[in-house]
């Protein structure tokens, strides 16, 4: 699992780097972009 | 038997001929799943077939904010729309079964093109079209649909973005409530 921080560009939240295509699920906490991997255990979404 | 086909060569986008012989057929390496096939009209490539250009690698979730929040960004290479040329966007995403609004935006060069709305249902599968209108610089979208597609009251959009430039699309989330959580779960992109 890594994150990726954000940043606000024109009222719009970003990612400062662009998302890896080997992901398993990514979240948007409120802070910054999780990237969950291969192998990491994944966060029920309700 | 070895397969073999001549006549038929590969390029990449950027590198395609600058004329385009009618009949010519030609497969530009790196625009679709495995290449795409373009024939000479006498005056320009034509592709023969929708092409898939882009695939959301995984589900992307949205929760703890209500801020407009960024979930997919897909590039565009110049000129690949064409006058007339169309992008048909297949999101699929889930939300929380709350009547809380959940808003899902397609924006094209930094425009909102068509705005998607949820609530009191768990998940949506949608169709947004853009559609370049006899000009590389002149698109039509529709509003205001909860699915994207159907009768809607809201205004046709007539954005204005250069498409013979490279061309950034950007599909965004928000939520009317933080606690709510909104994931889009696939969303495939087609040049028709």
């Given amino acids: ?46 | 038997m070895e397969l073999s086909n001549p006549l038929i060569s590969d390029y990449t986008w950027a590198n395609k001929p600058s004329v385009a012989p009618l009949g010519q057929i030609i497969c530009v390496t790196d625009i679709g799943e495995n290449g795409s096939l373009w024939r000479g009209n006498g005056t320009k490539w034509v592709r023969l077939n929708p092409i898939k250009i882009f695939s959301l690698s995984a589900p992307f979730s949205l929760t703890n904010s209500t801020s407009v929040v960024t979930l997919a960004t897909i590039t565009i290479p110049a000129g690949l729309l064409g006058a007339n040329g169309k992008l048909k966007i297949y999101p699929l995403w889930a939300t929380t079964n709350n009547a809380n609004v959940k808003t899902l935006r397609l924006n094209i060069g930094g425009v909102v093109c068509s705005t998607m709305t949820s609530q009191s249902v768990p998940n949506n599968s949608g169709l947004l079209i853009i559609r370049n209108i006899n000009s590389e610089s002149a698109q039509k979208c529709s509003s205001g649909l909860v699915a994207g597609i159907g009768a809607s009251s809201g205004s046709i959009a007539s954005p204005t973005v250069d498409t013979s430039a490279a061309t950034t699309i950007t599909i965004t989330g928000q939520l009317a409530v933080g606690t709510d959580t909104l994931t889009l779960e696939d969303l495939f992109v087609e040049v028709v």
């Fill in chain 1, 1 to 46: 699992m890594k994150t990726i921080a954000a940043t606000v560009i024109n009222e719009v939240v970003t990612p400062i780097e662009p998302m890896p295509i080997d992901a398993k699920l990514i979240v948007f906490n409120g802070t910054e972009y999780v990237i969950y991997e291969d192998g990491d255990e994944l966060p029920v979404i309700e």
